[in-house]
């Protein structure tokens, strides 16, 4: 059987569109820029001292996103995060008096769910967040796996046991045609603030001095946390005491899973090395053959 040159390109170019084409791998393709944030991109800051709890954030993300409604939440048995519910509150009791923290997807800038990602559902959009695209989920389960926030939630069919994710989108439709987040329209105390993070920033940083004035455990969180969130808030306790990771880390099995790909872009290269090899020593004997 005579190997072509044709052939022998096609199948060249088909194993090499594996890897090149492969989303996870052009996300990788000079996205390590994105390590350290990029101050001049979109963010909100959350002041959980302004948040009253009137759950409006919770409301105004169901509504925009066609997620289903239900009554207001009562703080003592607050709705997790779910495939239908992408914003909610997490609650804390203190002194007989409830305190409330907006939660949702924190949009990092070194995301665990954009490194393990195998179909490129997850990604970087250039204006800073963590954008999602439905259409390609595989339902694997490795965001949500592998989020230090646990934020990513699956939704499973019970008839044929397919899988996908929701999460927050950061109101992607909206913030790209210079419209806040549909939660900071809504927030009517100024508990969440959106703009562009170096201004948020020095806001944030100005606002954190004036409360350590009579609150010393005050704390900007999210300004540096996995090359900075671009979901900032501002405690009035630990992190811990508002269910937040004191110092979030990306699992190392996630940092496993980002090596590994690269392992599998050498070995479909030595490959590919091993077709042309094949190739040369193929044709040398036909060429061989035919002189004879």
């Given at each position: 059987?005579?190997l ?10 088909g ?78 009791r ?40 439905r ?95 671009h ?9 811990e ?15 496993v ?17 091993g ?14 053959e035919?002189?004879?």
């Amino acid at each position: 059987m005579k190997l072509e040159r044709r052939d022998f390109l096609k199948i060249s170019a088909g194993a090499t569109g594996l890897v090149l084409l492969h989303p996870s791998n052009l996300q990788r393709v000079g996205e390590d820029a994105e390590t350290s944030a990029d101050q001049s991109k979109l963010a909100m800051l959350v002041d959980v001292s302004k948040c009253v709890g009137c759950w409006w954030c919770y409301a105004a993300c169901k509504q925009y996103n066609g997620l289903p409604q239900t009554i207001t939440p009562d703080p003592e048995e607050p709705p997790e995060l779910s495939p239908e519910t992408w914003t909610t509150l997490f609650t804390t009791r203190k002194d007989d008096k409830w305190q409330f923290r907006k939660q949702a997807c924190m949009h990092c800038t070194d995301a665990a769910c954009v490194k393990v990602c195998p179909t490129g559902a997850l990604s970087y959009n250039e204006l800073g967040f963590v954008q999602y695209e439905r259409n390609k989920c595989s339902g694997c389960g490795y965001c949500s796996e592998y989020c230090p926030f646990e934020v990513p939630q699956l939704q499973t069919n019970k008839i044929s046991g397919d899988a996908l994710m929701d999460k927050c989108t950061f109101c992607i439709d909206r913030v790209t045609n210079d419209q806040p987040t549909a939660c900071a329209e809504a927030c009517p105390t100024g508990a969440i603030k959106f703009g562009k993070r170096s201004e948020l920033l020095e806001e944030a940083n100005a606002r954190v001095e004036e409360l350590r004035k009579t609150n010393p455990d005050a704390y900007l969180y999210g300004a540096n946390e996995l090359g900075g969130l671009h979901v900032m808030y501002l405690l009035e306790e630990s992190p811990e005491v508002q269910g937040l990771p004191n110092d979030p880390q990306l699992p190392p099995a996630a940092t496993v899973h980002d090596v590994l790909q690269w392992v599998g872009v050498g070995a479909v290269g030595a490959v590919l090395a091993g077709f042309g090899l094949n190739y040369l020593v193929a044709r040398a004997r036909m060429v061989k053959e035919e002189k004879k």
